[in-house]
């Protein structure tokens, strides 16, 4: 059962354009909702997270849009870069009996062009 | 960045063979986890460790176990290997325990013939 749903699967585009990743969730009870960055031959690494109550969160280039009454939210990279190139995974999370039980999407494979 | 070292980073092993993956953490972190990743799934838990030798169940368990002697070692063991075992397997520990941020291993290559 997949409780975060992730697309697009793949996504190429050109330099300087605005690439956009979604994800849907299905449990009410999520409270925590991070992006990781994973490039080839490395572990994942947080990129940017958002809690419920807020509707968007800038860090540098990178943006979460939240819309909590949806049960979505997305990834916009500005001016993307080659070297953005990478795998994303949105992610959410909440606590379970002790511990924060963190759900993974899919992921999404980026290819930004020259 | 966190100290988390996992070995070996790469495993070429046959069906039915036993397969130890080693985690260690520099951290002195109370909770450990084994998440593996395949293409079209994501990262999925197969195990996690609240503890010394306190361990409890992930979501793709089966074929699975895992040891908690020390802290800072948290060992995943594949008892009896199969192909759909094959994967790459990340050991991760909190980065905040408040938010489910993770830190992840480098990760180790498993494939199974």
């Known amino acids: 059962q997949q409780q975060v749903k992730q697309s697009p699967q793949s996504l190429i585009v050109q330099k300087g354009g605005i690439p956009i990743i979604n994800c849907a969730y299905e449990?009410?009870?999520?409270?925590?909702f991070p992006w990781y960055q994973q490039f080839p031959g490395k572990g994942p690494a947080l990129l940017i997270a958002i809690r419920p109550d807020v509707s968007e969160k800038k860090e540098g280039r990178f943006t979460i849009s939240f819309n909590k009454s949806a049960k979505q939210f997305s990834l916009h990279i500005m001016d993307s870069q080659p070297g953005d190139s990478a795998t994303y995974f949105c992610a959410a999370s909440t606590n379970s009996g002790g511990y924060q039980k963190v759900t993974f999407g899919t992921g999404t494979k980026l290819q930004v062009i020259p | 960045d966190a100290g988390i070292t996992q070995s070996p980073r790469h495993k070429v092993t046959e069906t039915g063979t036993p397969v130890t993956l080693r985690c260690h953490q520099t951290e002195n972190h109370r909770y450990m986890y084994w998440y593996r990743q395949d293409p079209g799934h994501g990262l999925r838990l197969i195990h996690y460790?609240?503890?010394?030798?306190?361990?409890d169940k992930g979501e793709v368990s089966d074929g699975y176990s895992v040891s908690r002697s020390k802290t800072e070692d948290f060992l995943l063991t594949l008892e009896s290997a199969t192909s759909s075992q094959t994967s790459v397997y990340f050991c991760?520990?909190?980065?905040?325990?408040?938010?489910?941020?993770?830190?992840f291993g480098e990760g180790s290559r498993l494939t199974v013939l």
């Open positions: 460790s609240y503890g010394v030798k306190d361990t």
């Open positions: 991760a520990i909190p980065a905040d325990m408040g938010t489910g941020e993770l830190f």
């Open positions: 449990n009410t009870a999520f409270d925590y």
